[in-house]
């Protein structure tokens, strides 16, 4: 059982997934608390239990501890952006990088997210999708001003000046997600 299945254990619409696992004992919710309260970083853990728990009353304690460790992050690599947890331009990329890690990738429904699809002319015929990157599918300025409730506009001359760092925001999710498995890794041992 991967970590993102046990994490759902803390999830009261979950039921147990850990029944009948070949003479493995059973793994309960109260086990994957107590991996998860091991861990050294509160983000990271705030980060598990919005992901995997579903518990969304915690998303802004995460997102002000995101923000505050992009500014961290900005500081270290030298870039130009205002030191307030405010600013509008943090604000909008902090909710998009956030939302997009917690909902995870957009599997094309054109190739099932395996970068290949059927010519609807010849059905024998298999080429590249040409509707995703590599069966995944990005989310568009739409999506992004939605989100933030802002114009399209506005949304493509933010990440027009700051696509670099936007993609380098997500090291600092991929970091919380390595945190988890090994909490969970060294939580959970039988």
Not at 40 to 52: C, D, E, P, W
Not at 83 to 105: H, M, N, T, W
Not at 150 to 157: E, L
Request: hydrophobic share 35%; net charge positive; aromatic share 8%.
């Amino acid at each position: 059982m991967g970590s993102p299945a046990k994490i759902s254990l803390l999830c009261p619409k979950i039921g147990s997934l850990g029944q009948g696992l070949g003479g493995l004992p059973e793994i309960t919710w109260e086990d994957v608390a107590f991996a998860l309260a091991t861990m050294t970083g509160n983000n990271a853990s705030l980060f598990a239990r919005v992901k995997y728990g579903s518990q969304d009353g915690l998303r802004g304690d995460l997102l002000n501890g995101f923000r505050l460790e992009i500014l961290t992050l900005a500081g270290e690599k030298g870039w130009n952006i205002p030191p307030d947890k405010d600013s509008p331009v943090l604000r909008v990329l902090s909710l998009s990088a956030l939302v997009e890690a917690i909902q995870g990738p957009i599997i094309c429904k054109t190739c099932n997210g395996t970068k290949y699809a059927r010519n609807p002319k010849k059905p024998s015929e298999v080429k590249p999708c040409t509707k995703c990157d590599g069966g995944i599918r990005k989310r568009g300025a739409k999506w992004h001003a939605d989100l933030n409730d802002i114009t399209r506009y506005r949304w493509r001359a933010i990440i027009g000046a700051w696509e670099s760092q936007y993609k380098e925001i997500f090291g600092i999710t991929e970091r919380w997600e390595g945190a988890i498995r090994k909490a969970m890794g060294r939580g959970l041992r039988y």
